[in-house]
């Protein structure tokens, strides 16, 4: 048998049910770009996988038999998958310092007396924080554990947006969906469903990883195998965010780069090769975290991106 040559290896060992037609544009070839151990659970938890480039828009999915089983979200098996449970402290102590950076992505944005809606809201940290600004506020989240609490805390709770848009179909002002799509089965129906509850001048505010991490450069050997996880089984760029977006009929009206970390965490991945989290690295300070956050937000590096998408039409 005559040896292929390496590119002809990467597709040939490609499997259809591992990488079928892609739902964003339709096509049917991709490009491995990561062949290794992808993250399941915590770091150091890998398992062997493939992660592949669509050459039509350029979304990145991990191989189908990797992939969470979407049943997952609707039981405690997500949140045990990740180390959390139905513990309302627990999510709150992991949610509540993130929000500031999803009020920061919207700032001037203001919400007062607008309809809202969170959309994989989980035990419901973000809608905490704008309670008593907005209108009405919707709560939507495929897990029923934290359902109770948040019908309690004044919220309408909808295991889907689909389930919503019954009710409050073109009805919502502001729609938030902070890093769930890279979770989802079909991304363009996910944000087709969302598009339905939004009135026509409403916004979509979205975030999700950003594959063009500063560290996917800096440790192309270790990090890929921590930001490629068994649960996500989609990875964007800006680029590849605003295909997907127009697909499902939404327009970027903003775009922006937002990095949750300081220096410390970057520099203390280079010298360890693991996550620290917050840690500290003394002498840097606040200071020398704002001057590395704006580089990294300005050249498009950060750990995440925030889009604001609006209808089309
Ligand atoms: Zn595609």
């Not at 993250?39 to 189908?64: K, M, N, Q, Y």
């Amino acid at each position: 048998m005559m040896p292929l040559r390496d590119g002809q290896q990467a597709m040939a060992a490609l499997d259809d049910r591992d990488f079928p037609d892609c739902p964003v544009c339709g096509a049917a070839s991709w490009t491995i770009v990561h062949d290794g151990p992808v993250r399941d659970g915590g770091f150091g938890s890998g398992r062997p996988g493939r992660v592949a480039r669509c050459t039509g828009c350029g979304i990145d999915r991990l191989a189908e038999s990797l992939c969470l089983d979407e049943t997952a979200y609707r039981t405690e098996g997500y949140r045990r998958h990740v180390g959390q449970d139905h513990d309302l402290l627990k999510h709150y102590a992991v949610h509540d310092e993130l929000q500031r950076f999803t009020l920061d992505a919207i700032w001037p944005m203001s919400l007062r007396g607008k309809c809202v809606a969170d959309v994989g809201c989980g035990g419901g940290s973000l809608l905490d924080h704008v309670r008593g600004l907005c209108g009405e506020l919707i709560a939507i989240d495929p897990d029923p554990g934290f359902a109770p609490s948040l019908r309690q805390r004044g919220y309408k709770w909808f295991a889907a947006a689909s389930d919503a848009a019954r009710e409050r179909s073109g009805a919502v002002d502001v729609a938030f969906s902070i890093q769930v799509i890279e979770h989802v089965r079909d991304p363009v129906a996910f944000l087709t469903e969302i598009r339905a509850l939004l009135k026509p001048e409403g916004c979509l505010v979205l975030s999700t990883p950003n594959r063009a991490d500063i560290l996917m450069d800096l440790l192309p050997v270790e990090f890929p195998s921590f930001f490629y996880r068994t649960q996500h089984r989609w990875a964007f760029d800006a680029s590849a965010l605003a295909r997907c977006a127009q697909a499902a009929g939404l327009r970027v009206a903003g775009m922006r780069h937002i990095h949750r970390y300081g220096i410390a965490n970057t520099l203390l991945w280079l010298r360890d090769r693991k996550p620290s989290g917050r840690a500290a690295l003394l002498p840097l300070d606040r200071t020398a975290d704002d001057l590395w956050r704006t580089w990294l937000e300005r050249s498009g590096r950060a750990d995440n991106l925030y889009a604001v998408l609006v209808p089309a039409s």
